[in-house]
Structure formats: structure tokens, C-alpha cells
């Protein structure tokens, strides 16, 4: 007889988020998540860059290069540690009140904090209120970043049919690599500039520019229903009052998989597009443009592999892309070092471009769909966002930051190699003890 209720749940609880699902076809859906996406992406990744690029040299000048970068990286990190506090204010709220509404927030959130960094005095102005200013909003885009993927993914998957959740979940990922371009390609064509005019007025334009994009963003958001799946499980019971005590009691094994399962991907991208820059620019004294070609060559690329990854996790299941991806970073970490090290243009270019695609991508493409699929309607804001969000801090807050001192310290690139390997490694375990997910029902509950 329960079994027979909760079959019947089930199916009232599909048709119910069918119906309203019709209210807004899935091209709306994903395109007012890319969008908003994008602009969230392009605020937290302009930091990186620039931080590998000028914030060393403006806001900590009185620390040698090498140091003066360790220093800029730091404050690249505190972004990424603050992202779990995002993860879990937000998937709280975002758990009991709805997932648009939380989204709307992050939006005004991260485009606050970038447009301020925008207007920041510099050390020679202001002297330590300078950094001390440019952490905290770091701290802030942090925040804002934490809560947004996990919503942004959530509205996707809970409106997509489920034999297509990876590609349409992909599809949100895509504006990871749209936010790269958009603020790689700026900073790389305002670097041609004369560096005294670079360093004074033309840094701060890509982050005032964020002003503009965020209200796109936002109007754009403000035109999408509430997710079915949220809306037709807020009708049969009330939330747990706090999701995340659920997400650590009963969800546990899930949440250190899901950490597992992030952790290598999100050190890999940063290494490629923050360190990699520091590492070429600073220590092989290559053209910063060099690094940068390839950077933006490997996100280009990147807009076909990563849907092509997702849609493929619909087809063969997410953890085969997990497996590849994972062993491709082992067995790439040393051999990318050895590219950068020729000097040769051509040889960087598709050496980071590979990396990103069959490292990177492989295993973000399905992520959107794999790190919700393993918690409960009920949990899935805050579940799928701690797990996704602990392991941005561990992978790409600390990852770029410890390459850089491993170094300052060896001299070479080998301790880095093996730093990559190691969390490759990790990854790989959590795949393997990962259960299938892209076949389940996100009606469960």
C-alpha cells in the first residue's frame, strides 16, 4: 500500500511539474540561465586575471613579483573560500523559499562587489585600506557565486525531461566558458595597451562594464517561472526546517562524493587559466597575450565540447566522463608544463585548449546534471551547492595559490605536476564509488 501511494505521489507530483513546465518552454529557461550565468562567470573570473595581471603590482607593490602574485592569488582564494558560505545561506533559503528568488539575489550580489572593485583606490593611494578594501569584496563575490550555481543549474535540470538533463545542464555550464571569454578577451585586448595607461585607468573598465551586463542579467531572470519540480514538491510537504542539518545527517556519503567529484576539475580549469598565466608571464617571461590566446582558445572550444559532454551523459551515463576526464588530468599534468616551457605560441595554444576541453570539459559538462542528482528535491539547492562549493574552495581557491608556492620554493614545475595528479586521484575515487544517476527521478521527493 505505501508503495503503491508513493507511486501515485510520484506520478501526480511529474504531471503537476509538467503542466507548469508548459508555462515556459525550455528555450526561455535556458537562455535567461546562461545569460545570467555568463554575467555571474565573467564578475568572479575578471578577479583571476587581473590578479594574476595587476592587482600584484597595484595593491600589493611593496612585496617582490613572485610574492607580490603569491600575495594577489591570496586574495583570489578568500573568493573561493567564501563560496561554501554562499552555498549554504543561499541553498537554505533557496530550499525553503524557491530557487528564482535566490538567483535574483547573487545577480545584485556579484555585480555589486565587481562594479566596486571597479572604483577601488590603489596602495599608493589609500595604502593597506587598499587590499584590505579588495578582499572584502572579494568576499562578497564569494558569496554571491556560492548561492548562484546551484540555483542556476536547479532551474535547468528541474524543467528538463529527463532523458535530456545532461545536455540542458551543460548548457547552464556553458556560461562558465561565455564569462571567460567575455573576460579573458577584454583584459587581453586592453593588455595591448601602453602599460602605464593599463596600469592607471583601462584594468578598471572590464569591471565597470559589469554594471551594464547585470541588469541584462536580471530582466532577463525576472521573465522565468519558478521551478516545477520546487513548486509541485513545496505543495505536498513542507521543507525540513534546516536543509543543510538533512544534507550532513542523511545525505553525507553523497556530499563528500559530490566534493570528490568537483574537487579535480575545479583546480584543473584554475590552474590552466590563473596559474598557468602567473607560471608563463612572471617566471618564463613569455608574452602575456601568448597565454591568453590560449586561454581563450581552449573557453571557444569549449562552448561545443561542453554540451556535446552533457549530451553525451544522457547517452553513455556521467560517470564514464568522470572516468575520463579525471585519468586525461593524471596523465596531462606533466606533459602541459613541458609545453608552456617551449615558449612556442602555437604549442601553448593547444596545449591549454586540449587540457581545458578533454580535462575540464569531460567532466563539467555532465556536472550540472550528476552534483543535483544526488540529493533529494527537498535538500538539492543546499546539498548539490555545499558539495560544488567546498571543493571550489579546496580545488580553485587554494589550488593556483599553493602551485604558486610550490614554485617559489622547488624552482620548477614538478611538485605542481604532482599537486594535479594527486587531486586527479581524488576525483577518480569518488568516481568510482559515485552511484549512476542519469536515469533516476527527481520527483523522489
Not at 528555450?27 to 565573467?42: D, L, N
Not at 551547492?385 to 617559489?408: F, H, K
Amino acid at each position: 500500500m505505501d508503495a503503491y501511494t508513493n507511486m501515485e505521489g510520484a506520478a501526480g507530483l511529474a504531471d503537476t511539474a509538467h503542466r507548469s513546465s508548459s508555462r515556459d518552454s525550455m528555450s526561455k529557461v535556458v537562455t535567461a540561465s546562461v545569460i545570467g550565468t555568463m554575467v555571474e562567470w565573467y564578475d568572479f573570473l575578471l578577479y583571476g586575471t587581473a590578479a594574476a595581471l595587476v592587482f600584484n603590482k597595484l595593491f600589493f607593490p611593496s612585496l617582490d613579483p613572485l610574492m607580490g602574485t603569491m600575495a594577489a592569488l591570496g586574495s583570489f582564494a578568500v573568493g573561493f573560500i567564501a563560496r561554501p558560505l554562499g552555498g549554504v545561506v543561499f541553498g537554505h533559503f533557496g530550499d525553503k523559499v524557491g530557487r528564482k528568488t535566490m538567483l535574483m539575489t547573487t545577480m545584485f550580489l556579484m555585480g555589486g562587489g565587481t562594479f566596486a572593485i571597479g572604483l577601488l583606490p590603489t596602495y599608493g593611494q589609500i595604502g593597506i585600506w587598499a587590499p584590505v578594501l579588495l578582499i572584502l569584496l572579494r568576499v562578497i563575490q564569494g558569496i554571491g557565486i556560492g548561492g548562484e550555481w546551484g540555483g542556476a543549474a536547479l532551474m535547468v535540470i528541474e524543467h528538463a525531461p529527463r532523458d535530456k538533463r545532461g545536455f540542458y545542464g551543460s548548457l547552464v555550464q556553458m556560461g562558465f566558458p561565455l564569462g571567460m571569454l567575455a573576460s579573458t578577451g577584454i583584459f587581453a585586448y586592453l593588455s595591448r595597451m601602453a602599460d602605464t595607461d593599463f596600469l592607471s585607468w583601462g584594468w578598471r573598465v572590464p569591471f565597470l562594464l559589469s554594471a551594464i551586463l547585470v541588469f541584462l542579467g536580471f530582466y532577463i531572470r525576472l521573465k522565468v517561472s519558478e521551478s516545477p519540480v520546487f513548486a509541485a514538491a513545496a505543495q505536498e510537504k513542507e521543507p525540513p526546517k534546516i536543509p543543510l542539518f538533512e544534507v550532513l545527517t542523511k545525505h553525507r556519503r553523497n556530499l563528500i562524493i559530490s566534493i570528490g567529484l568537483k574537487v579535480c576539475e575545479v583546480a584543473w580549469v584554475y590552474i590552466l587559466t590563473v596559474f598557468v598565466v602567473v607560471y608563463g608571464t612572471t617566471v618564463l617571461k613569455i608574452p602575456k597575450t601568448v597565454i591568453l590566446d590560449g586561454v581563450l582558445l581552449g573557453a571557444a572550444l569549449e562552448l561545443l565540447t561542453i554540451p556535446l559532454f552533457g549530451h553525451l551523459s544522457d547517452r553513455w551515463g556521467r560517470r564514464p566522463l568522470y572516468f575520463l576526464g579525471s585519468i586525461f588530468t593524471i596523465a596531462a599534468a606533466y606533459p602541459l608544463f613541458m609545453c608552456i616551457q617551449t615558449g612556442n605560441p602555437v604549442i601553448i595554444a593547444l596545449a591549454v585548449a586540449i587540457c581545458m576541453n578533454l580535462g575540464h570539459g569531460s567532466m563539467y559538462g555532465p556536472q550540472a546534471a550528476l552534483l543535483p542528482e544526488l540529493f533529494g528535491t527537498k535538500v538539492r539547492y543546499s546539498g548539490a551547492s555545499l558539495g560544488c562549493q567546498v571543493a571550489a574552495g579546496i580545488g580553485g581557491g587554494l589550488a593556483p595559490m599553493l602551485a604558486t608556492a610550490l614554485l617559489a620554493r622547488q624552482g620548477h614545475f614538478v611538485g605542481v605536476a604532482i599537486m594535479i595528479a594527486v587531486l586527479g586521484l581524488v576525483t577518480l575515487i569518488a568516481t568510482a564509488a559515485s552511484t549512476e544517476t542519469y536515469r533516476d527521478n527527481l520527483y523522489e521527493s
